[in-house]
DNA sequence: CTGTTTCACGTAATCGATTACGCAAATTTC
DNA sequence: GAAATTTGCGTAATCGATTACGTGAAACAG
């Protein structure tokens, strides 16, 4: 085989128009049972490949879908992208996987290239530097955002109340008789982080307990800055007790500069993560999340983008999930003395 | 913009034709540069997206590489595809993504699709059940392997010396008075497993110290699995004193195993990891770990694959990186008593 | 002033598939 | 048994770019 082969090629062996070839191997309905026997068998035998780029053109239809996201590293990503891909992949779409690294021109510029390819459909996650949404508007696809969705209701939306979940955590510290939490934020202007803090707000007035703005950590997801920042406040405010993450792995340094400050968890200072990644049962303590259910709600905006495809009307616009704080080693009650 | 716009929409409204155009966009040096600017200005303008589609159809080279990795989730696999993208992006470069998730099946299924795209090349990381390369002998198409590479030296192939990476760790494992030493393998048959459990008996030997071969320990990559199988083995054979993990992930459900077993780090069980993930160093104990390059490997096979693609003739097939101990907390020598 | 280059662009074929339209033969309908 | 329908396939246009080849005008050479 030096040559690629194409449907020209069958037809020729078999004696047919390239026409029939490719109603054939489309299974069209026009076509004899007994040719599409013949045309199958010497595509497998040849080794047969369709042209994506030929068949795409014509058709306006590639079978390939778009997924923008911060980063594949993180935990909620690559989860999300494992469900997205079953439902998919069963459908016979293939996956871009393009990042964004949090940057708003690497977005823009990743979205270009995903209208060049001309794919199906976008399943997309802002980036932290995205605030308006201008390369998003008239992108002429079917479009789903995830987890770091717009405010935008005219998108259709798979996430989390942000807010609620953060509430559900931050009240568990709480009541568990915390009072100076620490917000380990993420970087500055991050949407999901800010909503998180009015949960952290929310739950501190209804225990009514004083909330300090200076417990709201800023940092770069850069190993280490959490770590660092996180010290010099427990330094300034040796009254801290709790820490509240923006993610597990943002945690674990957590986990670290309380240990390295001298003080120990839960005893001294309680831990509670989120995304509940499948390192936290392990570590030590074990580390008590916010559970998002990531892989399901891949799987949802995949299903929603089928339907988007497929030109069904979208009854709902915004589907919102269920989270749930997963109790560990980390946050364990403290024991008062009797 | 109702319809994507393509050269002959910008061809009508400046009289040109589309081959003008087609030239003018790609600055070819038979166009005057007053028709470029005028081309270029319009093109902006209508926010002009090539279709790769079409061009790649004609030219037979679409500027899109495809990566073939077991799971983007691994730590090596998203470092070195931050190092690919650093290089192939600059060059105009887009990749695809593909999972193996460890399966042939889905391996020579990506594998087609990609060709089916007719990507100008290939990254690829061998899936753990991949024994023979049948699907990738005549792809007719440039490629390059990493980290997980076949033997068959017709390849080009960026990778670590495994064999004497596991013997460098066990090595230091030994020489601070280690004597039995678990090796946490993974799934059967994982070439670079095998190979690493080949420096970890070669260690032994040069040291003289007697192999158990029941210390090498197999399991799946499913959270929980390697903490079982650890704690068995460690209530079955009470003399292990040190750990060693296939990566940094694993190595955190060693350390809870051993914890949970009674014992602690690194006083009675040392541990060392492979890949010196980020979250290593804020582990409790700190996590010693083999590190290896991911993200230079990932940029030189990036570079290797320009090169096929440009069509230069590769002097050396084989390009090895150093790997280095990063000693930590989890294997400080044990104090004798004095 | 004629012949040769060079410049800047046009003409048209081409990549490999899909699909609207057409049509003869086979089958069904009444 | 004539008309209507269905079956199975061919013809040719088409998607949007690239590119081999052609060409008129301007520039240049001798």
């Known amino acids: ?44 035998q040849l080794n047969y490949q369709p042209n994506r780029m ?39 779409y293939r996956t871009i996987i393009c990042q964004t690294h949090e940057k708003l021109d690497r977005e823009i510029e990743n979205l270009k290239d995903l209208v060049s390819i001309r794919v199906d459909g976008l399943i997309a996650s802002l980036s932290a530097e995205t605030l308006q949404l201008d390369h998003f508007q008239d992108l002429q696809m079917p479009l789903v955002f995830i987890d770091r969705v717009p405010i935008d209701d005219r998108f259709i939306r798979i996430h989390i109340d942000n807010e609620d979940a953060a509430y559900k955590g931050v009240q568990h510290l709480l009541q568990s008789g915390r009072k100076h939490i620490a917000w380990l934020a993420g970087p500055e202007g991050l949407d999901i982080a800010e909503r998180r803090y009015r949960g952290y707000c929310r739950a501190h007035q209804e225990a009514e307990t004083s909330i300090d703005p200076q417990l709201k950590i800023h940092f770069h997801f850069k190993p280490g800055d959490p770590y660092h920042r996180l010290r010099q ?80 009307k979208m009854q709902s616009r915004s589907f919102v999930f269920e989270t749930h704080i997963v109790e560990r080693g980390s946050t364990l009650p403290v024991l008062v003395k009797g």
């Open 1 to 44: 085989m030096a040559q690629k082969v194409t449907i020209y090629d069958i037809a020729k062996a078999l004696d047919l128009t390239p026409a029939t070839v490719s109603r054939a191997l489309n299974d069209s309905y026009e076509i004899s049972e007994s040719t599409k026997e013949k045309v199958r068998a010497l595509a497998r």
């Open 54 to 92: 030929a068949s795409g053109l014509r058709s306006k239809r590639n079978k390939m879908i778009g997924i923008l996201v911060p980063n594949i590293a993180y935990h909620f990503n690559s989860s999300a992208i494992a469900g997205i891909e079953e439902v998919l992949g069963a459908q016979g």
């Open 233 to 312: 406040t427990i330094q300034e405010k040796p009254a801290i007790d709790a820490v509240f993450s923006i993610n597990d792995r943002i945690a674990i340094e957590a986990l670290a500069a309380i240990r390295d400050a001298g003080k120990s968890v839960p005893q001294d200072i309680a831990v509670m993560g989120f995304n509940n990644e499948s390192i936290s049962p392990w570590l030590y303590p074990s580390l008590s999340s916010v559970s998002q259910p990531s892989f399901e709600m891949g799987r949802e905006a995949a299903l929603q983008l089928l339907g988007l495809i497929k030109g069904q």
